[in-house]
């Protein structure tokens, strides 16, 4: 099993601004942890200096047993070093190498004998499901090929650590949704340790072990993909997941219960709230979930239908 990462109170700037601010975060091996969050939220940026392609300004970071950065003593191994793989967006396919080339490379950079390269290539082409591809010209192959092929590659010298910015950004919803899955299945099968990026909650609701939800270079949120959808740690971590019900209400006593009482929804206690000691309560964000709720055919609920949005198998109507 690949090593893990530790990551310490890590903080980074860009021309005075700050683009991540003190994130610490622990991804245990072989698990796969998306950062998850809007673009400019710091996800890449964290990535990019745990990589070794940014220079740490603050904090330190292990690999396995390894430290690999500390800003404190100024230490900063080479990304070629860490055991990192890395894919990107863009994939940066080698264009005059052909599939076998392109996968073979990292391990030619470590001067492998060629019949143990060409075993392991064969080894992993299969496991991405590419293993009659390796003669094919990269130029030729669909996006999903490229994506597999730029996985493969990224496999191959077999890392400690795989890092994926936005690695399904450039494909089709439908490819994304079945590519997804594949992927899914290729890194639990590997028991690989992963850091993936998207801005996308279901890529990441799909892939993830565990989710770290960003916002303006900090953590907001840290859970596994049921922990962040069912308890959403604030009004922003709710919204971003497009969860958009949200009222505000403020605390009630009824029967020795505190609760909230809401406008054709009747009363509701709070589990876990914490009394004030004036006694009085500040108002709360109340988040009502769609598949929540439902019209009681006894309620008195009314209102004039203002539009409808056709959604495939759901019509949206709007009141």
């Known amino acids: ?60 970071i ?56 060409q075993k392991k290539v064969a080894a992993i082409l299969k496991k991405v499901g590419l293993a009659d591809f390796s003669h094919r010209d990269v130029n030729t192959l669909s996006g999903g090929e490229q994506q597999r092929v730029a996985l493969a590659r990224a496999l191959a010298p077999q890392p400690r650590l795989l890092m994926l910015d936005e690695p399904l950004g450039a494909l089709d919803r439908p490819l994304r949704e079945h590519l997804i899955r594949e992927l899914s299945r290729i890194l639990r099968t590997l028991r690989q340790t992963v850091i993936y990026v998207t801005h996308d909650q279901e890529e990441a609701f799909t892939i993830a072990d565990r989710i770290i939800v960003m916002r303006a270079g900090e953590i907001q949120q840290i859970g596994t993909p049921n922990e962040i959808y069912t308890r959403p740690a604030s009004e922003y971590v709710a919204r971003f997941l497009g969860m958009t019900n949200i009222t505000l209400s403020t605390p009630e006593r009824e029967d ?39 019209i009681s055919p006894r309620g008195n609920l009314l209102g004039k239908v203002t539009g409808v949005s056709f959604r495939g198998a759901l019509i949206r109507l709007q009141l």
């Not at 890590?10 to 601004?17: I, K, P, Q, V, Y």
């Not at 400019?40 to 904090?59: D, F, M, P, S, Y």
């Not at 055991?83 to 490379?105: E, K, S, T």
């Not at 004036?278 to 709720?293: E, N, Q």
Request: aromatic content about 6%; overall charge positive.
């Open 62 to 117: 292990h690999i396995g047993k390894t430290i690999v950065a500390d800003a404190a003593t100024g230490l900063h191994t080479p990304p070629e070093r860490r055991g990192i793989g890395l894919m990107f967006q863009d994939y940066a396919l080698f264009p005059h190498r052909d599939v076998f080339g392109n996968v073979a490379f990292g391990l030619q950079q470590q001067s492998m004998p060629p019949t143990t390269v």
């Open 256 to 294: 020795g219960e505190i609760g909230v009482r809401l406008p054709a929804a009747g009363w509701h206690p709070l589990t876990n709230f914490q009394k004030q000691p004036s006694g009085r309560h500040a108002p709360v964000c109340v988040l009502l979930r769609p598949t929540g709720a439902k």
């Open 1 to 60: 099993m690949s090593g893990g990462l530790h990551i310490n109170n890590l903080s980074h700037d860009f021309d005075g601004l700050a683009a991540v601010r003190g994130v610490s975060i622990f991804v245990a091996p072989g698990e796969v942890t998306c950062l998850l969050g809007p673009s400019g939220c710091g996800k890449t940026t964290l990535l990019r200096v745990a990589a070794g392609l940014e220079r740490i300004q603050r904090g330190q």
